[in-house]
């Protein structure tokens, strides 16, 4: 099994920023891709931006240029920057990993979330 923790959500002002981190964790051989999803009240759960083992990356039209999706391979660990915060960004944020398990088996796993919440 795999574990993906998010942290780094919290309150912010339109404007500001806040940065979210995913830690995965288990018998993991290699972690394919990576992503962040969001769901805002009431709404579905959205993809916000992916990244590949290669690191090429792609964003939501509603972050681009304001985000940026990011990991670091030794750590096991993603990142999502997110600047020039905006109240419609407030959501519910979700980190996924899809990869493969040093038994050989694939994993597709979610983190619990992490709520950020920008205020006008």
């Known amino acids: 099994q795999v574990e993906l923790v998010e942290s780094g959500g919290g309150l912010v002002q339109a404007g500001g920023s806040l940065k979210l981190s995913c830690a995965a964790s288990g018998s993991i051989f290699m972690i394919n891709r990576m992503a962040w999803y969001r769901r805002a009240p009431g709404k579905q759960r959205d993809l916000v931006a992916v990244i590949s083992s290669d690191t090429d990356t792609n964003y939501a039209d509603s972050v681009k240029g304001r985000f940026t999706i990011s990991r670091d391979n030794a750590k096991n660990t993603m990142y999502l920057q997110m600047n020039s915060l905006k109240p419609e960004d407030t959501a519910v944020y979700y980190c996924?990993?899809?990869?493969?398990?040093?038994?050989?088996?694939?994993?597709?796993?979610w983190g619990q979330g992490t709520q950020v919440t920008v205020s006008s």
């Open positions: 996924n990993g899809q990869g493969r398990l040093a038994d050989g088996n694939l994993f597709n796993s």
